[in-house]
């Protein structure tokens, strides 16, 4: 057994395209889906911009949700429902050819089902409880993602949630690359999340890194001069993991990379004087991966577009890379931040770019702020060069570090 994990299948709903050729073809084009929000209306909100999939109404999601899982379930897993339908042909797996229990679901949530919980809760103030769906128990549950393509798919091995907020995208990788090594034959995971709703809005703003800018150019602009704070996104990835001699074995013919790495750290608390985790992180995720940092072509950064955020996480990809030690990219601004599926959608963009050794640009962003940590910020149009190995980092609200380092495949 080589406990090579990699990568044999990716699922992408995303606010720049729904599948991985649309949503690739836009990342690489640097068009932007952040718009006016039109799930609600916005006025009344300091932040009016969002990232949205629309091009995934209730009809396209029958196309990959049974219609009796629509009405017991949330947009998010509607989401899951519909990436890991993707990431299973993809891989060319049916899961009625793989033992039930030696197939893992590993996801990452982080707001929840807000929008069906919030749909209930008006039902239960304006005609009683009689009113409120059986489903409220468990739609809104953080695991019933995980939870719903278990029992859709038979996958009745190791299963687990990860929430951690956008790193959770990369922690659900890393401990589905465990179950793997733990015996399980072949493991969905990723993250999704559907945070475009009146009542996670406001839950949003309480956090006072949402911005209030209303074009939608100039609105998320991590590693800028004009940052002041993210823009919300909804959608995310899910991936098929494999050990590398099954995937072999079955004929699998694509391979779209290794989990080489992966690490996570948790920051001190504010006011405690203690420096940030996330260089150490990385350094844990390469010794993982058992590479150097001159060996790494390419850094997809979480890119908080909060200042003093993106200024901490300059200063560690410069204190591992050294200044414009490696391209940097963050192509979320794209899409608005997704946040427990900003991570896996980035992993499955890093994956795309080794597939086709380009980097994609980060749009929008001009001028880096004076005295910043200088980085080698890919702007404007995707970057032609050899790649190797990628690290993808994220951070998550809360003080929650993680990296994780792909690999070509071989």
Same mark, same amino acid.
């Given at each position: 057994?080589?406990?090579?994990?990699?990568?044999?299948?990716?699922?992408?709903?995303?606010?720049?395209?729904?599948?991985?050729?649309?949503?690739?073809?836009?990342? /690489?084009?640097?068009?932007?889906?952040?718009?006016?929000?039109?799930?609600?209306?916005?006025?009344?909100?300091?932040?009016? &911009?969002?990232?949205?999939?629309?091009?995934?109404?209730?009809?396209?999601?029958?196309? %990959?949700?049974?219609?009796?899982?629509?009405?017991?379930?949330?947009?998010?897993?509607?989401?899951?429902?519909?990436?890991?339908?993707?990431?299973?042909?993809?891989?060319?797996?049916?899961?009625?050819?793989?033992?039930?229990?030696?197939?893992?679901?590993?996801?990452?949530?982080?707001?929840?089902?807000?929008?069906?919980?919030?749909?209930?809760?008006?039902?239960?103030?304006?005609?009683?409880? &009689?009113?409120?769906?059986?489903?409220?128990?468990?739609?809104?549950?953080?695991?019933?993602?995980?939870?719903?393509?278990?029992?859709?798919?038979?996958?009745?091995?190791?299963?687990?949630?990860?929430?951690?907020?956008?790193?959770?995208?990369?922690?659900?990788?890393? %401990?589905?690359?465990?179950?793997?090594?733990?015996?399980?034959? /072949?493991?969905?995971?990723?993250?999704?999340?559907?945070?475009?709703?009146?009542?996670?809005?406001?839950?949003?703003?309480?956090?006072?890194?949402?911005?209030?800018?209303?074009?939608?150019?100039?609105?998320?602009?991590?590693?800028?001069?004009?940052?002041?704070?993210?823009?919300?996104?909804?959608?995310?990835?899910?991936?098929?993991?494999?050990?590398?001699?099954?995937? /072999?074995?079955?004929?699998?013919?694509?391979?779209?990379?290794?989990?080489?790495?992966?690490?996570?750290?948790?920051?001190?608390?504010?006011?405690?004087?203690?420096?940030?985790?996330?260089?150490?992180?990385?350094?844990?995720?390469?010794?993982?991966?058992?590479?150097?940092?001159?060996?790494?072509?390419?850094?997809?950064?979480?890119?908080?577009?909060?200042?003093?955020?993106?200024?901490?996480?300059?200063?560690?990809?410069?204190?591992?890379?050294?200044?414009?030690?490696?391209?940097?990219?963050?192509?979320?601004?794209?899409?608005?931040?997704?946040?427990?599926?900003?991570?896996?959608?980035?992993?499955?963009?890093?994956?795309?770019?080794?597939?086709?050794?380009?980097?994609?640009?980060?749009? %929008?962003?001009?001028?880096?702020?004076?005295?910043?940590?200088?980085?080698?910020?890919?702007?404007?149009?995707?970057?032609?060069?050899?790649?190797? %190995?990628?690290?993808?980092?994220?951070?998550?609200?809360?003080?929650?570090?993680?990296?994780?380092?792909?690999?070509?495949?071989?």
């Amino acid at each position: 057994m080589s406990g090579e994990t990699v990568v044999t299948g990716l699922g992408v709903v995303a606010p720049t395209g729904t599948g991985t050729d649309a949503y690739w073809a836009t990342t /690489l084009a640097g068009k932007s889906a952040v718009d006016r929000i039109q799930r609600f209306d916005p006025s009344g909100y300091t932040t009016q &911009l969002a990232g949205e999939v629309r091009d995934f109404d209730e009809a396209a999601a029958a196309d %990959h949700v049974p219609a009796r899982l629509l009405a017991q379930t949330d947009r998010m897993t509607h989401f899951a429902f519909a990436a890991a339908a993707m990431a299973l042909t993809d891989a060319g797996a049916d899961p009625a050819d793989f033992p039930e229990y030696e197939m893992a679901v590993v996801t990452a949530n982080s707001s929840g089902g807000v929008e069906f919980g919030q749909r209930e809760l008006e039902k239960l103030w304006s005609g009683g409880p &009689l009113r409120v769906s059986a489903y409220m128990s468990v739609a809104w549950f953080y695991a019933a993602t995980t939870g719903q393509l278990s029992i859709l798919h038979g996958m009745r091995g190791p299963c687990g949630l990860l929430a951690t907020e956008q790193a959770g995208g990369l922690d659900a990788v890393g %401990h589905a690359r465990r179950q793997l090594r733990g015996g399980a034959r /072949l493991a969905l995971t990723g993250g999704t999340d559907a945070p475009l709703s009146p009542a996670c809005m406001v839950a949003q703003l309480a956090t006072g890194r949402l911005s209030r800018v209303a074009d939608p150019t100039a609105a998320y602009l991590p590693f800028d001069a004009r940052a002041g704070g993210h823009v919300p996104g909804e959608g995310g990835a899910i991936m098929v993991l494999e050990r590398r001699e099954d995937a /072999l074995r079955r004929g699998v013919d694509r391979l779209y990379g290794e989990v080489a790495g992966y690490a996570a750290s948790f920051d001190p608390p504010p006011g405690s004087g203690r420096a940030p985790t996330l260089r150490r992180a990385v350094e844990a995720a390469l010794a993982d991966a058992r590479i150097g940092p001159d060996e790494v072509d390419a850094v997809f950064a979480d890119g908080a577009g909060v200042p003093a955020l993106d200024r901490a996480e300059a200063a560690a990809l410069v204190a591992v890379f050294g200044p414009r030690g490696v391209p940097v990219t963050v192509p979320k601004t794209a899409t608005g931040r997704l946040y427990a599926g900003a991570a896996a959608l980035d992993v499955a963009t890093a994956l795309l770019a080794l597939d086709d050794q380009v980097i994609p640009p980060t749009v %929008h962003v001009l001028d880096p702020p004076a005295g910043a940590p200088p980085l080698d910020l890919v702007r404007g149009a995707p970057r032609e060069t050899p790649l190797r %190995h990628v690290l993808v980092v994220a951070r998550g609200y809360g003080g929650f570090n993680a990296a994780v380092v792909l690999r070509a495949p071989r």
